[in-house]
């Protein structure tokens, strides 16, 4: 298994980065958050990835704090603009805001959140106006279902697009069906989002619960969670941005880079949590 990810690009990341997600909303947690980010820096996971929309902005001010001393350019720095302000009148500021809180002059990639209102083509007019002016190097798109693919791809400039960042784990393997051949044939990596597991409890309460799981992390000498990132990884053309909140849960997190899945492991796998047969709607968490 290969341990990076190539973008249309040709900027090359590892499979593994951060995500920040519920970061910046407890000050009490500040501290703790800025730390985990820099033993990610530390241990290799450069590319970090938050929006305007954690913590209205807070999530990018730690990304900033956590960030302050360390070379630009060992970085791969992504965010996320709103639907309601990626359009002409909004983007721009918008934009600004995001490097502001960030403190730094430009970023990696920039992502529409998830379609919006706010047409697609003036999106990705903005997004091309934004890499001449110095502010992006490249654009992405999040939450985009195979539809919204085929229309991105349309556009002027669509082709353009970097990445789709999409909810995806090992109970929850929807975009199997149909949108990640999609994303493949044209060369398109995925980042997948709660690649451990999402917000449901009792989804959580089946994978922790599942015997082949906790045989298999035992037999491999490695937690649930390494297993569950080792899985995503696996993926082709796939990087995973798990939040962690402590440097503990960072190291943690490390180390599933190194996993190395058999063949029989991921067809025990399969079948515990198999992919729907059928096409389902994209989930958004």
């Not at 721009?92 to 992502?111: A, H, I, P």
């Not at 379609?115 to 490249?138: A, H, M, S, W, Y």
Request: net charge negative; hydrophobic share 35%; proline share 4%.
């Amino acid at each position: 298994m290969s341990k990076t990810i190539t973008f249309p690009n040709g900027r090359e990341v590892l499979k593994l980065g951060q995500g920040t997600w519920r970061m910046g909303e407890d000050d009490n947690k500040r501290h703790d958050e800025i730390e985990a980010l820099r033993t990610g820096i530390d241990n290799g996971l450069t590319l970090i990835d938050t929006a305007e929309m954690y913590a209205e902005g807070k999530a990018e001010e730690v990304v900033g704090d956590a960030i302050k001393h360390v070379d630009r350019d060992d970085l791969f720095l992504v965010s996320k603009v709103y639907p309601t302000n990626a359009g002409e009148e909004r983007m721009f500021d918008s934009c600004e805001k995001t490097l502001q809180r960030m403190g730094v002059d430009e970023l990696d990639l920039y992502l529409l959140h998830w379609p919006g209102n706010v047409p697609l083509q003036e999106t990705v007019d903005c997004f091309e106006e934004l890499k001449r002016q110095g502010k992006i190097r490249d654009w992405g798109v999040s939450n985009f279902d195979l539809e919204n693919m085929q229309e991105l791809l349309s556009l002027r400039n669509g082709e353009n697009c970097q990445t789709n960042q999409v909810l995806y784990h090992l109970a929850s393997r929807g975009i199997e069906v149909v949108l990640h051949d999609y994303m493949k044939e044209n060369n398109i990596p995925i980042m997948a989002y709660c690649p451990i597991i999402g917000q449901e409890p009792d989804l959580k309460d089946k994978v922790y619960n599942s015997p082949i799981i906790n045989n298999i992390a035992e037999n491999k000498g490695i937690s649930i969670v390494q297993l569950l990132l080792a899985f995503v990884m696996h993926q082709e053309q796939m990087t995973a941005i798990p939040k962690a909140g402590s440097s503990e849960h960072v190291l943690q997190n490390r180390k599933a880079l190194d996993i190395e899945l058999t063949d029989e492991e991921i067809n025990l796998l399969n079948e515990a949590f198999p992919a729907p047969e059928k096409r389902v709607p994209l989930r958004i968490q």
